[in-house]
């Protein structure tokens, strides 16, 4: 049985992002005609609206901008993760990246928190997202 956290459903534009986590790779659109990263991924360039999108890794580290700890049970499958905390965080590649995750452990998560990505296997070819503090 999967883990009893939400599997993702990749669509087309996603699909490569989800893998690398489900092998322990924290992977980003880059473009390659202004250099800018890309979140959420999408088909052309949040900077330029340039195509040449690749999939690049990124250093997995950053600082906690925001966070939330979500204690209503809004699925069944989650119920024996309640309390968590989903932390948003700006990357070290670029100050406007702000990637999802959650945060584990979670004990004293503040702005300006140093983390590190850990991407974990929940289905085939899928993965999730954790912060941890560094």
Not at 5 to 25: F, I, K, N, Q, T
């Amino acid at each position: 049985m999967a883990d009893p956290r939400l599997v993702p459903r990749p669509d087309p534009e996603s699909a490569h992002y989800w893998a690398a986590l489900a092998e322990g790779r924290l992977e980003v659109q880059h473009c390659a005609d202004c250099g800018r990263w890309t979140w959420p991924t999408r088909v052309i360039c949040s900077g330029c609206h340039g195509e040449d999108l690749r999939w690049e890794a990124v250093k997995g580290t950053g600082e906690v901008h925001t966070w939330i700890v979500t204690h209503q049970v809004y699925s069944a499958g989650l119920a024996t993760e309640v309390p968590y905390t989903v932390a948003m965080v700006r990357l070290d590649e670029q100050d406007d990246l702000l990637i999802p995750g959650r945060l584990v452990p979670d004990d004293h998560v503040h702005p300006g928190m140093r983390v590190r990505a850990v991407g974990h296997r929940v289905a085939d070819a899928i993965g999730q997202l954790d912060w941890t503090p560094r």
